[in-house]
DNA sequence: GTCTATAGTCTGATAGAC
DNA sequence: GTCTATCAGACTATAGAC
């Protein structure tokens, strides 16, 4: 899933630092969260100091930054997709799947998003663009002048797959089971809005 | 909602004073999340000194574990409830209404609970009580037996409700209308995973 | 039950050598 | 591009007067 070799050089090459430090400071983040993950240990987990952060980022804030854009590029890609197809259930129901798709590749990152969310409205930078992003997203699903039934019900879709991931790690069963099995009950909940109507 | 007679009495009574540290506790760490709160802001909203705080509570941990103890204690009383309850679709049905009034009962810890999943899950003494709860309550709705996707209707209704009344603001409306919205939909996610069988 | 004063630690961030 | 050294400030928590 990260892009780091783990385990193999010592030091390793130059160059892609600033890399190395992205995958880090989220393996960090995620586990730990951003508070409690100071810039000495994501230092320490790469064997450099504080100092040699300070090169490749400007904030801490900055570090978060760049993952957020880095990583949910593909999301803003889908919806910009999404904004120029016609608003069928079949669009609809593709974009369920493609951002099923698209919450699995960048799990650490959206799994950070889930459990941070405090932390992440507070950040000046990177709150309103969450924001934007998942409002984007869930006026693509719903329909404003549907009943607030269907319209809880599209976005109980969008957030079912987020729980798909995450919380339900209660269900015992294979990772991809339940990723596809939140992805039916998600598809089920946007037939039904379209029904509705 | 809170119980603290704000604007009134500038030093007011004694004898209420960890109720009020409570009360704003809950309101600071729900606004801007537990460890941008610090004890000195929480001292100076009540207007006492940081050492006062702690003649009430013995750490800053403390003090949430005893909102969480205080103000979880009706989705305990709801949890054993359900344990004696026959396991009908009535039965889970009615646990969803009581827990979607607990839920509104208690927004602000449900709202904290929420959005500082990562720093909960880090704080010893809380964590697992946190874990045990939610994982108590998703057994009570879901069947082990049943299909993946219906266990994830199950589980996907109880979190839909959160989503119902936090995620949610999104959506133009009255809370409370938005609030039946999504128990709406969860009872609907339930009766059809009871279908599914 | 509330105060003052302060200990001790860690933080994010900077300056400047190499 | 990475280092050493250091900063000022914030934090939790404690000791002891009143």
Known sequence: MGSTARGGEPKARRGDTRQRIQDVALELFAERGYEKTSLREIAEHLEVTKAALYYHFKTKEDILLSL????????????????????TLETKQELLRRYSAALTN???????????????RELSSIGQLFKDRM???????????????????????????????????????????????????????????????
Do not use: Y
């Open 135 to 197: 409002f984007a997203m869930s006026d693509l699903i719903r329909e404003h002048d549907a009943s607030l039934s269907d319209q809880v019900r599209c976005v109980t879709a969008l957030f079912s797959m987020h729980a798909g991931l995450f919380a339900l790690q209660t269900i015992e069963g294979d990772p991809e089971d339940k990723r596809k099995a939140a992805l039916e009950v998600a598809l089920d909940l946007v037939t039904q809005a379209h029904q509705g109507q």
């Open 68 to 87: 957020f854009q880095d990583l949910g590029r593909p999301l803003d890609e889908l919806i910009a997709w999404g904004a120029e197809q016609p608003r």
């Open 106 to 120: 960048a799990a650490p990152l959206f799994r950070f998003m889930q459990e941070n969310q405090a932390t992440v």
